[in-house]
């Protein structure tokens, strides 16, 4: 089974509709992060979490908001889709003393 | 200006090539530096972690660090077309707390293997 996984992998939704995007992960870490990926502009950061009690704002937190369930779960939400926010987004999780993150197989998300 | 700069490709090589792959930047506390392959539709997986300058040789993968240059490169021998994917550079800075830092990725440059 997958480290990391992430539900669901794919997600076609209209503007202005509640998204939610899950991660799971089984690899006992404690810090977990959430990117979105586009053509040109790589990976970026949108939220990223070092413990259950911790959340901070990534470089672009505009449009989403986190919530971290417990030490494995850590869960993206979209209140209000927009179609710029089409992407592909990526969960990762590291340990507290090394830097090497780990990632989820992507959801991709349209929004119509 | 970006932290990390990474040529985006795509870059076409035949089987059996050397191939080079390259990432400057510009934050001189970065100390740690990874490669990550990435397959169509898949995350990034770790391919090579290295700290400070030097080179480090795993398999067919070479990564090596110039830090006076702030210049980082990653090299392939013996290309094969399984090698095909896209490659980003990621890089952190040295810590206080002896706690990890966030990283900093490339955009990632985009390589093919042909037949």
């Known amino acids: 089974d997958a480290d990391v996984t992430q539900t669901p992998r794919n997600r076609i939704t209209k503007t202005g509709k509640r998204i939610m995007l899950e991660c799971s992960q089984t690899k006992g870490h404690d810090r977990m992060y959430w990117y979105r990926q586009d053509p040109g502009l790589g990976l970026r950061l949108i939220y990223y979490s070092f413990d259950v009690k911790d959340i901070n704002k990534g470089e672009i937190s505009d449009g989403y908001s986190v919530s971290r369930q417990a030490q494995a779960k850590f869960s993206l939400s979209l209140e209000s889709a927009i179609p710029n926010q089409t992407a592909l987004y990526f969960c990762?999780?590291?340990?507290?003393?090394?830097?090497?993150?780990?990632f989820g197989p992507g959801t991709r998300l349209t929004v119509l | 200006q970006k932290e990390v700069e990474q040529d985006p490709g795509p870059l076409s090589v035949p089987e059996g090539a050397i191939v080079s792959l390259n990432c400057t930047y510009s934050?001189?506390?970065?100390?740690?530096f990874m490669w990550y392959r990435q397959y169509s539709r898949k995350g990034p997986e770790l391919l090579m972690y290295t700290y400070s300058s030097g080179n480090k040789e795993d398999g067919r993968f070479t990564a090596q660090v110039d830090k006076s240059s702030k210049y980082i490169s990653l090299f392939i021998r013996d290309s094969q077309p399984s090698d095909s994917a896209t490659y980003l550079c990621?890089?952190?800075?040295?810590?206080?707390?002896?706690?990890?830092?966030?990283?900093?990725f490339g955009t990632g440059t985009r390589l093919q293997v042909t037949l």
């Open positions: 990621a890089m952190s800075a040295a810590r206080n707390t002896g706690t990890a830092s966030k990283l900093t």
């Open positions: 990762a999780t590291s340990d507290l003393y090394r830097d090497t993150q780990y």
């Open positions: 934050n001189s506390a970065f100390q740690y």
